[in-house]
Nanobody
Framework: QVQLVESGGGLVQAGGSLRLSCLDS????????MGWFRQAPGKEREFVAS????????RYTDSVKGRFTISRDNGKNTVYLQMNSLKPEDTAVYYC??????????????WGQGTQVTVSS
């Protein structure tokens, strides 16, 4: 069973960088697409980035393109989100998710507990 644990959040000044990590402690990492979502106070959870199980394809929401990079290490059962040039509007709880790929999208089935990212101006 997939068990996701995020780490790497914290407080950073605008323009700074953070790298989030998400470990699948259930050791069923292979075969799942992985993604990052975020939820800011008073807002709905939104998609940030995703990567296919092979790592061959990635997607990003427009607001993070060119600043964030998603990657995965299947040998370590870990997915990463490198966040550069952070802005105050990136402040949110970031969630890792695992899902099954279909021809028309990904069904997100498993979620981590979240890690807080706060960007000060």
């Amino acid at each position: 069973q997939v068990q996701l644990v995020e780490s790497g959040g914290g407080l950073v000044q605008a323009g700074g960088s953070l790298r989030l990590s998400c470990l699948d402690s259930g050791h069923t990492f292979l075969g799942y697409a992985m993604g990052w979502f975020r939820q800011a106070p008073g807002k709905e959870r939104e998609f940030v980035a995703s990567i296919t199980w092979s790592g061959g394809s990635t997607r990003y929401t427009d607001s993070v393109k060119g600043r964030f990079t998603i990657s995965r290490d299947n040998g370590k059962n870990t997915v990463y989100l490198q966040m550069n040039s952070l802005k105050p509007e990136d402040t949110a709880v970031y969630y890792c998710a695992a899902g099954v790929e279909f021809y028309n999208g990904i069904s997100w089935n498993y979620w981590g507990q979240g890690t807080q990212v706060t960007v000060s101006s």
